[in-house]
């Protein structure tokens, strides 16, 4: 309706160009069908097409129907390529190949990587890529040997007389390197099952969630009361307890990036507040992923932001019972996080092979929560050579006594920001694993001068956040105000990446790696 008032103009002016019938058939967003040399050739044609809306579905099935096609989006962002994908949400995900030649704007692989992934999945397809255009502008090109034609050697070791009846054992950089070689491969073997498509477009559903949520508590907080005025952080903050400031800063800032809000000098203004039907709209839109965790946490702070916000309710204590009143332990994981867990599992099921007998297992869980890599862990675990210590602040403990009933667990309280020795905890006396839950320190290197304090020789394995995406803001609400003064780790950056993990872990004195090193994943699982 807005571009009706130019409709009579613009065709006049139309009119004086020479319009000729196209040479590439294309599908029409009038008709949603096959564009016709009569309509291109009509200037009143093109006034239909600024004033009509797009059927852009109806061109998809048009297209699907008869050409089964590889649709490609070319530009920035992966707008089209995930309506795309909801338009032909009836159809086998098998079945259908809807790629983008450019990264999503938080993604954090650089884009060369990304439009070459693309090729490559061209390339796989059946496409014909101009190989001579694509390497026009190459430095060098070295020819490389195929899997086919592998050759090793290995030179026999020479034992003395005296060494042939010993037999040999395996020694902790022996155990290192074989844990680390077992971690690779099941990075490299579940990045190729994992379909990153369908991934991608659950994670720009979820960042839209997050926009949305993020922009309607900011309109039922009254920020914007006078939509000229120009605010600053102290006015925006009036309402918001002190802990919380620096996070509510971010989400403006992250509004501004959305051109929801302009800012400028720590000023902020022209605040565009969206509806709660459209909120609504986009947990319709997400229904089909309504099993994952994340969107479960999502929508229960969503609705609570304000509360969580102004102190009216207790972050932690408002998680635990509401999810755990929602029956959050029977949630269905997410596909990344069964990736990750495989990781874990198999670093796992590494050390076990290479356990002497007469050795068992301490293993603590620190913050288990739900209890979501508990369960991975404890069936490979073997009852006899085990002892598992589930610990939490409180809340899941009982929840987690009802769902796991394996003879060789027990379960305790522990709270990281406090001396674990005087909490009834042994020094050195554990190998220690941790899902998710260290980002959370108040002090990161305190909090792992106590971790260091239980640990046994040998072992530290956790999975941490390294690339946050928008969802990691808003689930920042559970962590505790960072207190640390010399590091730029803050409630607007709380989280350190997977370079930050390793100098940190380093300086105290552990060795360290971390899987997976492929793009499509924002998490770490960090061995050390």
Known sequence: PMMEAIADSFTELVKNISLKPPQIPYISNVTGTWIAAEQATNPSYWTQHLCQPVLFADGIHQLWTQHNPILLEIGPGQALSSLAMQCLDNVPDDNKVILSSL??????????????????????????????????????????PTYFERQ??????????????????????????????????????????????????????????????????????????????????????????????????????????????????????????????????????RAKWADTPQQIDLQLYGENMVSLLTGKKEPLEFHVSTLLKSGEFSVQESPENKYYNSIMRICLEQVLKS?????????????????????????ILPSEKTNYTFTDVGGFLNAAKKKFSDPFIEYQLLDLERSLQEQGYSNHSFDIVAFQVLHVARNIGETLDRIRSLLAPGGLLFWETTQPRLFEFIDALLMNPIENPESDRNMCNPFLSKEQWQEELKSHGVQVTAFSEFAPFTDHIIVA
């Open 152 to 285: 090793r050697w290995i030179e026999p070791q020479k034992l003395l007389p005296a060494q042939r009846n010993i037999q040999p054992t395996l020694t902790a950089s022996k155990l290192w390197k074989s844990l680390v070689e077992a971690g690779q491969l099941q990075a490299s073997a579940g990045a190729l099952e994992f379909d990153e498509q369908i991934s991608q477009a659950k994670r720009e559903c979820l960042d839209r969630l997050c926009i949305a949520y993020i922009n309607l508590t900011t309109a039922h907080l009254g920020a914007f009361s006078n939509p000229t005025k120009k605010y600053s952080l102290e006015e925006l903050f009036d309402q918001i307890i002190p802990s919380y400031r620096e996070l509510f800063g971010r989400w403006l800032e992250i509004l501004v990036e959305q051109g929801q809000l302009h800012g400028e000098q720590e000023l902020f203004t022209n605040f565009l507040p969206i509806s709660t039907d459209f909120v609504n709209k986009t947990l319709v839109e």
């Open 103 to 144: 990264r999503y704007a938080y993604e954090r692989q650089s884009d060369v990587t990304f439009i070459l992934n693309t090729l490559g999945q061209l390339w796989l397809e059946g496409i014909k890529i101009d190989w001579s255009g694509f390497h026009a502008h190459e430095r060098r090109r070295l020819p490389l």
């Open 355 to 379: 356990l002497p007998p007469q050795v068992n297992l301490r293993i603590l869980e620190l913050g288990a929560g739900t209890g979501t890599g508990t369960r991975e862990l404890l069936p």
